[in-house]
């Protein structure tokens, strides 16, 4: 068992908090993206975990141990930069069983068997006995890879290890890395800023913004219901539309809703956001019941035969992603229909209901 | 255009590459023509003559006469050589062993308090001219008001120790000086060549709980070794041709106990004006410099042919 636990950690640079009072728990055999912008802190935070950063306050406790005081080489964690790390000296078998060299309960049968293991998994066994040189940039990052799951230790972390590559290397090491985590059930930290890479290989998401963990859930629960705005605009491309409404005796009123929507009882009165994910709006050339009509200002052409048009209704502008053309030319009028499950409704930047 | 209308014939020269590179070289070729290769192909003449500046008889060919020479005078080249290569092995060994050893100190311990102004202090003797740090070691070297002896008799009981005097010491005080003064490069070239070390590399070598023996190995010597060797090679060239720093405290004795091949060279010539005999004593200094520099420039590409051949 080795779940991670974040105890209240922070990390000061100077007056910036990279880390701000974080409190998590990473569970047993999950895999859990950090996911966020640059500079958010979700590499500092990894940097804790692995040892390499100490934090300036907080515990950091793997199954139940707290190792907060220990260097790096005392955690038995394996780690994956983002600059992929071969022993440059070393062949790739080689490069493979180095941290177990210094594991003395492991035999050399042993060791060697986990070697052959990772080689299968990650399709390198014609070139276990190449060296650096002979590798393209996405190898290197496979044999990094490898080396740290074949010493078998409960936890892994990776820090964007697909940042430098090219797209075929990147599928490649998604591919590895998925055949990786299933065969050997460890506890794997991710940090990527590629929102398509975490819900891909995510079991979990945690969504960080400057310092601090917004929400951490299952990647369609953080897509489709993003506790906060952030989150809906950061995820997705492009990401949710905030719309201004108001909040009134009869529900909630806005440009984009052919009538009020119901809301709790419990929310004050007044201004508030309604947030909808440009999927979910339909769109039509006939106006029917419930529809809103709205001019057509611009399109583009997605992928998987998806377009991207953004319409203006009343003083509100609505992204809308479409399966087939608009049914209208640019300028023209289309009717576009909310279905209200899907709307989010957000006070200051927060969910509250919806 | 206005350019082009003015200066047609500057704006063509300037657009043929070929012609913008030797337009662009020729200010530093001229001034390595000039001053370097016209006067070894001087000293290379020069070196096949009988020439005394104080004679005043004109230049007599005399074959290799000169080389003959100076392999066959009672102060034989070989008893310089010898001193100039143990000063310079051992010299070049113990500043690379300490100014590593220094420079791993402070790669270790970035976040001490006053680790600027220590490096700071660290280089200033480099950065002196080799004739002042001679001549304050001469007097810090005293025997009589020297404050080296001052601080050993209070520690001590002995009579006054002439370091410069006797010919048992003086060598070593020399080379002690040499290395004061040289050391801090050496620490310089070792915080360069660990600051060419992937700090992701060392990372994942801590985080893969390799010791660090190992890791000096595997990592650090692979990434820095270049630059180790570039720092080996400049401390051995510049030691080979120590002269100044010698010069203030003891000019080459007592006896010929300090007397490096410069020293000769640079009495012969400047002191006894032989020029033809100083002349072919320089340009065996200048194989030998050549030779020992080949060998360094061969070790490194070794290195790295053997490294893409993997």
Known sequence: MAEIVIDHVTKRFGDLAAVDNIDMTFSDGEVACLLGP???????????????????SGRVLFGGKDVTDLPPRKRNVGMVFQYPVMYPTLSVAENLALPMKY???????????RVDEVLDVLDMRPMARAFIEDLDIGSRQKVAIGRAVARQSEIVLFDEPTTNM????????????KRVTRRLRQTIVYVTHDQTEAMTLADKIALM??????????????????????????????????IPATLQPDGIHAAILAGPIAAPAHLP??????????????????????????????????????????????????????????????????????PHARVMLYVDGVRVAG | MSLAT???????????????????????????????????????????????????????????????????????IWFDLSRTFTFVISGVAFQTLLGAALG????????????????TLLFAPMVLTPVATGTFFRFIYDPTFGVLNYLIRAVVETGPIDFLGNPKLAFWAVLAVDCWMWTPFMTLMTLAALGSVPK???????????PFLRRLTLVIWHHGKFIMMLGILLRTIDSFKTLDLIIPMTKGGPGQNTRLVALELNKQSFESFNMGWSSAYAVLLLLISIAMTSVFIYVLNLRRRKETEG
């Open chain 1, 38 to 56: 640059s500079g958010c802190g979700k590499t500092t935070l990894m940097r804790i975990l692995a040892g390499l950063e100490q934090p300036t």
């Open chain 1, 103 to 113: 594991d003395r309960a492991l035999d050399q049968s042993e060791r060697q068997r």
């Open chain 1, 166 to 177: 090219g797209v075929a290397a990147k599928l490649q090491l998604i591919h590895a890395f």
């Open chain 1, 209 to 242: 913004k400057a310092g601090k963990i917004l929400q951490y859930d299952a990647p369609h629960v953080l897509y489709s219901e993003p506790s906060t705005a952030f989150g809906g605009w950061f995820m997705g491309n492009p990401g949710m539309n905030f």
């Open chain 1, 269 to 338: 009165k007044g201004e508030i956001t309604i947030g909808i994910r440009p999927e979910r709006v339909t769109m039509s050339g006939q106006a029917v019941t419930g529809s809103v009509p709205g001019t057509l200002v611009d399109q583009a052409v997605g992928i998987a035969g998806r377009y991207l048009t953004t319409v203006r209704v009343g003083g509100a502008t609505v992204k809308v992603n479409t399966v087939g053309a608009p049914p209208a030319d640019l300028g023209g009028t289309v009717n576009l229909m909310v």
């Open chain 2, 6 to 76: 003015q200066t047609p014939g500057r704006r063509r020269l300037m657009d043929n590459p070929r012609a913008r590179v030797l337009v662009l070289l020729a200010p530093v070729m001229m001034f390595f023509i000039v001053f370097n290769t016209i006067p070894t192909l001087w000293l290379l003449g020069l070196s096949f003559y009988k020439y005394s500046l104080t004679g005043g008889v004109p230049p007599e060919f005399i074959g290799f006469k000169n080389f003959v020479g100076i392999f066959n005078a009672k102060n034989a």
């Open chain 2, 104 to 119: 791993f100190l402070f790669w270790g311990s970035r976040n001490m308090p006053g680790r600027r102004v220590a490096l």
């Open chain 2, 200 to 210: 992701a590399e060392l990372e994942a070598a801590e985080i893969d709980r390799v």
